[in-house]
């Protein structure tokens, strides 16, 4: 713990990644990022599946990139490219599987506290995201089909008869991508789907329209039960159905207890509490990406948190 960081970034997403990337270029020099995975980008490795667009522009808001960090729309393989580069090319010192378990300030000054050893810094960014931790459904899954219930598209095969729960983006575009080699339901509580940015909307009405999608909107799932091997879900208004697999895309929680163990203040709803300059109400602790906005998921957002973020602890040096 002898060396004193300038900054040190946990959470190794775009927003963690725009945040060192931004610290380098505008003039800090001792810079560490900290991912508790093994690599950067985790939620874009395990929940995108391959090829998956992702858009710089999400849910259709057009933002503006203020920083060093030129994004652009692309695919999975393409972004996590990018982010390599960047990390490579800026020589940003970075601690994969490396789990922080308390932040403390003394003295003014971070004692950042890890599985791999313990570190000091001048200025903290607590850059996590919300999808580490899927929501789960508040029904008990069988046992005996848990590996049939999941969270994103890695046991997926072909010819398979899928159920896919959720009204977002990721339940649009996962119902919409399975459908060319298996017959998918997109099952949303709502009876109508208005998450979704209009891309995905205007692609999963033409889907549907086609009968490529199934459409049952303005139901919920009151249990799931195991049935000859297969995932049987009985719907709140008596019907019930057998799938091979179910895919539950219904968003990620905050991680409120790590938050608190940083030293972040939460609201009622535990949001974290900070500023226009997302500083929390402990000075030099600051928040960026995804949970620093209740809806998630634009990268291009949370680039420019990294960028707001280093030029206001550069003007308070």
Same mark, same amino acid.
């Given at each position: @713990? ?25 003039? *800090?020099?001792?810079? *560490? *990022? ?12 395990? =929940?995108?599946?391959?090829? !998956? ?17 030129? =994004? ?37 000054? =971070? ?19 919300? @999808? ?16 049939? %219930? ?37 099952? &949303? ?13 205007? @692609? ?14 303005? %139901? ?11 995932? !049987? ?8 159905? *057998? ?49 620093? =906005? ?12 990294? &960028? ?10």
């Amino acid at each position: @713990m002898d060396k004193l960081y300038d900054l040190i970034v946990i959470g190794g997403g775009p927003g963690g990644i725009g945040a060192v990337v931004e610290a380098k270029v505008l003039g *800090l020099k001792k810079v *560490l *990022l900290i991912e508790k995975t093994d690599n950067h980008s985790h939620t874009i490795r395990k =929940f995108y599946k391959d090829k !998956k667009r992702v858009d710089k522009d999400w849910q259709g808001q057009a933002v503006e990139l203020e920083g060093n960090v030129e =994004f652009v729309d692309g695919t999975k393989e393409s972004t996590l490219d990018y982010f390599d580069k960047l990390l490579d090319n800026e020589k940003i010192d970075s601690r994969f599987n490396c789990e922080v378990s308390k932040v403390e300030k003394r003295d003014n000054i =971070f004692y950042i506290y890890s599985n791999c050893g313990d570190f000091k810094s001048k200025s903290v960014i607590v850059g996590i995201g919300r @999808m580490g931790k899927p929501n789960k459904p508040n029904y008990k899954i069988p046992l005996s089909i848990r590996g049939q %219930v999941n969270y994103n598209l890695d046991k997926c095969s072909n010819g398979e008869d899928i159920i896919v729960v959720g009204g977002g983006d990721s339940a649009v575009e996962y119902a919409c991508e399975l459908s060319e080699s298996n017959s998918v339901l997109l099952n &949303y509580r709502k009876d109508t789907l208005t998450r979704p940015n209009p891309t995905n909307q205007a @692609m999963i009405k033409e889907y549907a329209s086609h009968g490529k999608v199934r459409l049952k909107l303005g %139901v919920d799932i009151s249990s799931v039960e195991a049935q000859h091997g297969k995932v !049987k879900i009985n719907f709140s208004n008596g019907d019930t159905e *057998l799938f091979d697999r179910a895919i539950y895309a219904i968003g990620g929680t905050t991680p409120k207890d790590f938050l608190k163990a940083c030293g972040i203040t939460l609201d009622s709803k535990g949001e974290p509490i900070f500023d226009e300059n997302y500083e929390s109400e402990t000075k030099g602790l600051y928040i960026a990406g995804d949970i620093a =906005f209740a809806s998630g998921g634009s990268i291009a957002i949370a680039l420019n948190h990294g &960028y707001r973020i280093v030029n206001h602890i550069l003007k308070n040096q």
